[in-house]
C-alpha cells in the first residue's frame, strides 16, 4: 500500500513539473542580447493591439488587450491581468487617448454587409455603454479630442482569406494560402501578394467616414474605388487623417492625409524609381511627423522615412537587410525607434532577421561644416544604429509583433508565439 501511494505521489508531482514546464517563463534574461524579459499577460491567446492603435490608458499605467475570453488591462507593474469586458465574440479597437475608455464591438467588423454597434467601457469602473451605430462599416480610429470616430466601408465584399483556417492557424493572426500555376502551393507571403493584389483590381467602390460621437451622424469623408485602409487620425490634431491606399505596395500610390470635412487630399511619398515601395506608416506621438517603411527598391536597399507635416521636410534613416521590420515604431519623446524584425519568407528576406531590435537614429553631417547650397530643400540623411533586444528565433511572423514602447519609454511591448500560446511580452531597454 505505502508504495502505491509513493508511486501515486511521484506521478502527481511528475504531472505537476509537466504543466509547469508548458507554462512559458515569466521573466528571464536573453542570453544572445543580454536583456530583461518579461511575460505581461497570464492568459494564453493574449494579443495587444496592432502596432498603430493606442492600448495604453492615459496615465500611462495599464496596458489593454485581448484574449478568446473577452477584454482585459494588464497592470503594467505588478503585471495582474484582469477582466474588463467578458465575452468570446469582442473586437477591441483602441483606448481613447483623452478619456481611457476602451472601445470595442460585440461582433467581428465587416468592412462590407451589416453595421454593428460600438461600445466603450470605463477601465476605473468596468461601465460599459454604447456609443455610437454604425450603418454599414467597420471603424478604426478615434480622434484626439474624442469627439469623432474614423471608420470606412465597401459596397461589396471581397474575402480576402476565404475558407476557414486551419485550428493550427490559432497562433497567427493571418492565413492566406493560394495555388500557383504550377499546381503547388505559393509560400505565405507570395499568397499575401496575390489576394491582395486581386482585391485591389476588383475596384470595389469604398467610402470613409466620420462618426460624431455626441450628435451619431455618419459623415462622408472620400469616396474611391481604391482599396481605402489602415485609417489612423493625429494624435494631436483633431481634424487631420491619415489613410491609406492597400494592394501590392510596389503598384500603389499609398500614404496619403486629408482633413475630416474632406479637404486637403494630400498624397504624402511619391515614388521616383520603379518597385520602390512606401508603407505601414504611423504618425509620431507629437503628431508632427509621419513615419513609414521606405525601400528603394523594394527588397533591395532600407531606409525609415520621415515627412514633417508642416514643411513638408524629408529624413530617411538607413537600416541593413536583416535589420529591416515588419513594423516600426517610435518612443514618444521622438528620441528612440523600434523595429519587430521578419523572416525569410518576408520582403527583405534577411538571413538572420528575427530579432526585436531598438534603433537609435544618427543624422550624417556635412563634410567639414560645408553643405549645398540648397541642403534645406533636400531629403535629410541618416543611419539607424541597432541594438538587438529579443531573440524571436522560435516565434513564427504570421502572428506580427507590433511593438509599441510603453509610455515612460522603458520596455517595448510585443506579441509572440515563441513559446506555443500566444502571449504579450516586454521587454526592458536598460540591461540588468
Not at 456609443?131 to 480622434?143: L, M, P
Not at 469604398?206 to 489602415?230: P, S, Y
Not at 504618425?283 to 532600407?302: C, H, M, N, V
Request: glycine share 8%; aromatic share 10%.
Amino acid at each position: 500500500m505505502m508504495i502505491k501511494r509513493l508511486g501515486l505521489l511521484v506521478a502527481t508531482l511528475l504531472a505537476g513539473l509537466s504543466v509547469a514546464a508548458a507554462e512559458p517563463p515569466r521573466e528571464w534574461v536573453d542570453k544572445d542580447t543580454g536583456h530583461r524579459i518579461i511575460r505581461l499577460s497570464t492568459e494564453p491567446g493574449t494579443r495587444s493591439l496592432y502596432f498603430h492603435q493606442n492600448g495604453y490608458t492615459p496615465d500611462g499605467k495599464t496596458l489593454i488587450v485581448t484574449n478568446p475570453g473577452g477584454i482585459d488591462m494588464i497592470d503594467l507593474a505588478t503585471r495582474v491581468q484582469k477582466r474588463l469586458v467578458a465575452g468570446a465574440d469582442l473586437n477591441l479597437l483602441f483606448t481613447g487617448p483623452k478619456s481611457g475608455r476602451v472601445f470595442f464591438t460585440r461582433k467581428p467588423q465587416l468592412a462590407e454587409g451589416e453595421g454593428v454597434e460600438v461600445f466603450a467601457a470605463d477601465p476605473a469602473t468596468g461601465t460599459v455603454a454604447k456609443v455610437a451605430q454604425v450603418t454599414k462599416g467597420q471603424i478604426g480610429s478615434i480622434n484626439a479630442d474624442e469627439t469623432l470616430l474614423l471608420g470606412v466601408l465597401a459596397e461589396s465584399k471581397f474575402e480576402l482569406q476565404p475558407g476557414a483556417p486551419d485550428p493550427k492557424h490559432t497562433r497567427f493572426d493571418n492565413h492566406y494560402e493560394y495555388i500557383g500555376p504550377d499546381g503547388k502551393p505559393m509560400t505565405y507571403a507570395d499568397a499575401k501578394e496575390v489576394r491582395l493584389y486581386q482585391r485591389l483590381e476588383a475596384r470595389v467602390p469604398m467610402e470613409m467616414f466620420t462618426i460624431d460621437l455626441k450628435t451619431g451622424q455618419q459623415r462622408t469623408v472620400h469616396k474611391a474605388t481604391d482599396w481605402l485602409n489602415h485609417l489612423q487620425f493625429s494624435p494631436t490634431d483633431p481634424t487631420l487623417i491619415m489613410f491609406c491606399h492597400e494592394g501590392p505596395w510596389h503598384r500603389v500610390d499609398r500614404i496619403w492625409t486629408i482633413r475630416a470635412d474632406g479637404t486637403g487630399l494630400t498624397k504624402i511619398h511619391t515614388r521616383t524609381m520603379n518597385m520602390e515601395i512606401a508603407g505601414h506608416e504611423f504618425f509620431s506621438a507629437d503628431g508632427k511627423t509621419i513615419w513609414y517603411d521606405l525601400q528603394t527598391p523594394r527588397g533591395e536597399d532600407f531606409w525609415l522615412a520621415g515627412y514633417e507635416i508642416a514643411t513638408g521636410k524629408r529624413t530617411w534613416y538607413h537600416l541593413t537587410r536583416d535589420e529591416w521590420s515588419v513594423h516600426f515604431n517610435v518612443s514618444r519623446d521622438g528620441t528612440l525607434f523600434a523595429g519587430d524584425g521578419g523572416d525569410a519568407e518576408m520582403v527583405a528576406k534577411a538571413k538572420d532577421g528575427k530579432w526585436i531590435y531598438l534603433f537609435r537614429p544618427e543624422n550624417i553631417p556635412d563634410v567639414a561644416g560645408i553643405h549645398a547650397p540648397n541642403a534645406d530643400d533636400l531629403i535629410r540623411p541618416g543611419v539607424l544604429r541597432a541594438e538587438k533586444l529579443v531573440n524571436m528565433q522560435d516565434h513564427d511572423y504570421r502572428l506580427e509583433p507590433n511593438i509599441t514602447f510603453t509610455p515612460d519609454g522603458k520596455w517595448i511591448v510585443f506579441r509572440a508565439n515563441m513559446h506555443g500560446d500566444v502571449h504579450v511580452y516586454a521587454v526592458e531597454l536598460t540591461k540588468p
